[in-house]
């Protein structure tokens, strides 16, 4: 009799363990499943394997649930279901779980809008050194918001936050020190430092902080006056979809502002650029 590859190439003692209910191994291997690592990629089994663990109180199941559930990957979309399992997450202390509930509040998916709430648990999310929620804290009180206006404008507080992002590579949070230092705010109006960080976002592939570094080339600002630069960071942010990265490449393409010899060198080092890799935030 023949043997499924998927059955010779699955880790068998993580399967084992998993059938016999160890939580861990359960999320493991529908993590291998979710990925086609030794396996077949599978989400249904994937879902599967993690709801046995998420019914045992396994945190991390409990957030890959939840994300499995609000993208409908292996089970119906439903973002309430999602929400609920995010929550068994975060009251057990998981980081991106709380993340995750801080976005639901501040966005008001499934539960009310509520900025307050979404502070409490960002916080006790980048009480962790989880990166995403301190990037998400700075840019509130850094900008003020449709909704709330600037209630919660704090420039020192957003800096603080923003700073501890971005020592963990988050790009967002590089790209909104670029802000705070183009326009003093919570630190000193500084372009040669708003050009250090736009650029260390775009390097990533931020498209925002693609955007924003054109315009310090386009402008001069920081860094010398360089309209190949300026169009390559334009179009790199364009290309994303970026509103401010369109509308500096439409000035290029309205007004012809290359020769065609340096518009050709813009558009190769277009298709010369590769994003950094980025460091995992946790």
Same mark, same amino acid.
């Given at each position: ?41 599978? @989400? ?68 009310? &809008? ?61 790209? &909104? ?22 650029? @260390? ?44 990265? &369109?509308?500096?490449?439409? &000035? ?31």
């Amino acid at each position: 009799m023949g043997i499924q590859a998927q059955e010779t190439n699955a880790n068998f003692q993580a399967t084992q363990a998993a059938d016999k209910g160890d939580a861990k191994a359960q999320y493991e291997l529908s993590r291998c499943y979710a990925r086609g690592i030794g396996v077949q990629r599978d @989400a249904t089994k994937a879902v599967q394997y993690l709801r046995q663990s998420a019914d045992q109180g396994y945190a991390d199941a409990e957030v890959m649930l939840g994300f499995f559930y609000s993208r409908g990957r292996g089970v119906p979309r439903n973002l309430a279901t999602a929400v609920s399992w995010y929550r068994k997450a975060a009251d057990q202390g998981n980081a991106i779980a709380q993340y995750a509930m801080g976005n639901f509040y501040a966005n008001g998916i499934v539960v009310t &809008n509520d900025m307050d709430a979404a502070i409490q648990w960002w916080k006790k999310a980048a009480d962790q050194n989880q990166a995403e929620a301190e990037a998400a804290l700075g840019q509130l009180y850094l900008s003020p918001t449709e909704t709330y206006g600037t209630n919660y404008l704090n420039y020192a507080e957003a800096v603080r936050w923003l700073r501890r992002a971005a020592a963990q590579d988050s790009a967002a949070a590089m790209n &909104n020190l670029g802000v705070a230092c183009e326009n003093g705010l919570g630190v000193d109006r500084d372009f040669k430092a708003a050009a250090k960080w736009y650029r @260390a976002a775009a390097e990533q592939g931020d498209a925002l902080g693609e955007a924003n570094l054109g315009q310090l080339y386009f402008d001069g600002r920081g860094v010398p006056f360089d309209l190949i630069q300026a169009y390559k960071w334009f179009k790199l942010s364009a290309n994303q979809g970026n509103g401010i990265g &369109n509308n500096g490449l439409d &000035n290029f393409q309205t007004h012809l502002l290359l020769k065609p010899k340096d518009l050709a060198e813009a558009e190769q080092m277009v298709l010369d650029f590769r994003p950094r890799p980025t460091k995992s935030l946790p």
